[in-house]
């Protein structure tokens, strides 16, 4: 909303990646005092102040307020590094027409956007959903973007055959409090549900061929990354939690893990037909 797009809705936080990859502890250390000087160069500023909040799995967050506003900042301390390669980016014509000249790193869009599609299947927030309407709305679903998306399928706490055949949540009690009003110009609910349902098929229409086997690999606790071309995925520390806790179910729940693996079977099944 900030550079990729010229701003169609409001964003209620900003959301910070934080790129190299290395282990958990001095990682969480050094994301610590990042947001540690965060808040003091915010709280210098004349007019604003902030102030650590938990969150994400410990206190990765910042609420910073000023003039009235309120602005939540924050990092996932498991989602560390990316896919591809960042990309300084200016601030889009809107944004600087009302806050002025920002240019900063920037995730590739791939990246935003597979996060951004995983957030739709899984929390399913109106504002989610609104993006996937600007998706197909311009660039679409490509083959690059979904390739990204199964990585972020693969990062996910949430067990794979869920993401691909997710129960579609009431969302209307969160457009009418939390979405009407944000955006540029008005949305439908019918327009957001729509393209829950659009994602949906098309997420569906291509879980076959090499996208069904690096699922299959992935719930046995062994994903093959070459199968969908991206083997440097494999470092990611959300990839490495992940196939910990898989194998840890594997171990401790095999009934749960066997449940879960045939559900998944099923779906992909269907996809081939």
């Avoid at 719930?219 to 494999?234: H, K, R, T, V, W």
Wanted: hydrophobic share 45%; net charge negative; with cysteine.
């Amino acid at each position: 909303n900030l550079f990729y797009r010229d701003m169609p809705r409001l964003s209620v936080d900003i959301d910070l990646a934080y790129l190299p990859i290395a282990e958990r502890a001095p990682s969480l250390k050094a994301i610590d005092e990042a947001f540690d000087r965060l808040t003091a160069r915010t709280n210098a500023l004349p007019g604003a102040s902030a102030r650590r909040i938990a969150g994400g799995g410990g206190e990765t967050r910042i609420l910073a307020s000023a003039g009235g506003v309120t602005v939540k900042i924050e990092t996932s301390p498991v989602m560390r590094g990316v896919i591809s390669k960042t990309r300084l980016m200016r601030a889009a014509p809107a944004v600087e027409d009302r806050y002025g000249f920002v240019e900063t790193k920037v995730v590739s869009f791939d990246d935003l956007y597979a996060g951004k599609l995983h957030a739709a299947l899984d929390r399913q927030h109106p504002r989610d959903l609104f993006d996937i309407i600007l998706l197909y709305e311009n660039e679409g679903l490509t083959d690059e973007l979904f390739r990204a998306f199964l990585i972020y399928i693969a990062c996910s706490s949430r067990p794979t055959h869920e993401l691909l055949a997710p129960n579609e949540k009431d969302i209307a009690a969160e457009f009418e409090k939390e979405f009407v009003g944000t955006t540029a110009a008005p949305v439908a609910l019918e327009e957001l549900t729509g393209a829950r349902s659009q994602l949906i098929a098309d997420v569906r229409s291509r879980i076959k061929g090499p996208a069904a086997e690096f699922l299959m690999t992935l719930q046995a606790g062994e994903p093959d990354f070459s199968l969908i071309g991206l083997p440097q995925a494999a470092a990611l520390p959300a990839i490495k939690w992940k196939i910990l806790n898989l194998k840890k179910l594997m171990a401790e729940n095999p009934d749960k893990h066997r449940v879960q693996r045939e559900q998944l079977s099923a779906i992909l099944h269907t996809a081939e037909l």
